[in-house]
């Protein structure tokens, strides 16, 4: 019978202010100190969230409905040791 692997992850966050928008940074942190950052952006209305436009360093656009924490888990197995 196969062993499973057990697989831990740390979460650090810190919320901050940009444009005047609340942002939460969320660090996924593995065991061997690989980071996989997530930033989210609450917006007031649709409206907001359309017209907003990221600087560069924001990184890829990820939605809820296309990244879940079943995609965060496979990101964070990705990650090379």
Same mark, same amino acid.
């Given at each position: 019978?196969?062993? %499973?692997?057990?697989?831990?992850?740390?979460?650090?966050?810190?919320? @901050?202010?940009? &444009?005047?928008?609340?942002? @939460?940074?969320?660090?996924? #942190? %593995?065991? &061997?100190?690989? #980071?996989?950052?997530? #930033?989210?952006?609450? @917006?007031?209305?649709?409206?907001?969230?359309?017209? @907003?436009?990221?600087? %560069?360093?924001?990184?890829?656009?990820?939605? #809820?409905?296309?990244? &879940?924490?079943?995609?965060?888990?496979?990101?964070?197995?990705?990650?090379?040791?």
């Amino acid at each position: 019978e196969k062993k %499973k692997k057990r697989f831990c992850v740390e979460k650090n966050r810190v919320v @901050f202010l940009y &444009n005047s928008h609340i942002c @939460f940074l969320d660090m996924y #942190i %593995k065991p &061997n100190y690989q #980071i996989l950052p997530v #930033i989210t952006i609450e @917006f007031g209305t649709h409206e907001e969230m359309e017209s @907003f436009l990221p600087q %560069k360093w924001f990184g890829q656009e990820v939605s #809820i409905k296309f990244y &879940n924490e079943k995609a965060l888990w496979h990101s964070l197995q990705a990650v090379p040791k």
